[in-house]
């Protein structure tokens, strides 16, 4: 018997709703433009359909290199150790390859910075433009911060 199909549908990564939808949270978080070192073998795989989903993964150390936002846009620079926390939705998990160059926002708990690594980019999302770095910059200040239409 054949399997149904699935699919796993993401909204396009937007950085101003990102940054949007973390100002709105309960939580602190942190906005950075940079790269990861970790042990990518440590990160979940696609799991296989065919067997039970296992339980969320396992959290994975990293170090980051790059740059944190303030008012006038990335200007801090930052090395910090940061851990990276995937999740599952059905067999997609997140992922993210060693110094790939990123923008992350970071929750901020218990003194560590943790980075949540979900199946559709949101948290993580490829490297902003110069222009979108300015329009986050922008959001910091509290200058108008709307996503595209």
């Known amino acids: 018997m054949a399997?149904?199909?699935?699919?796993?549908?993401?909204?396009?990564p937007d950085p101003i709703r990102s940054f949007a939808e973390i100002h709105a949270?309960?939580?602190?978080?942190r906005a950075y433009v940079g790269s990861f070192a970790f042990d990518a073998?440590?990160?979940?795989?696609?799991?296989?359909l065919s067997q039970p989903v296992t339980a969320t993964p396992n959290p994975v150390p990293a170090e980051f290199t790059g740059r944190q936002l303030g008012p006038t846009g990335f200007d801090t620079p930052v090395e910090a150790p940061m851990i990276l926390?995937?999740?599952?939705?059905?067999p997609w998990c997140g992922s993210l390859s060693p110094g790939d160059e990123v923008l992350v926002f970071a929750r901020e708990e218990d003194g560590k910075l943790i980075v949540d690594l979900e199946p559709c980019p949101g948290k993580v999302q490829g490297s902003p433009d110069a222009a979108m770095r300015e329009r986050l910059a922008a959001c910091m200040r509290g200058e108008d911060c709307l996503?595209?239409?």
């Open 3 to 12: 399997q149904p199909a699935t699919a796993l549908s993401c909204l396009v």
């Open 25 to 29: 949270a309960p939580e602190s978080y």
């Open 41 to 48: 073998d440590k990160l979940p795989p696609m799991q296989d």
């Open 85 to 90: 926390q995937p999740s599952c939705a059905g």
């Open 147 to 149: 996503p595209d239409q």
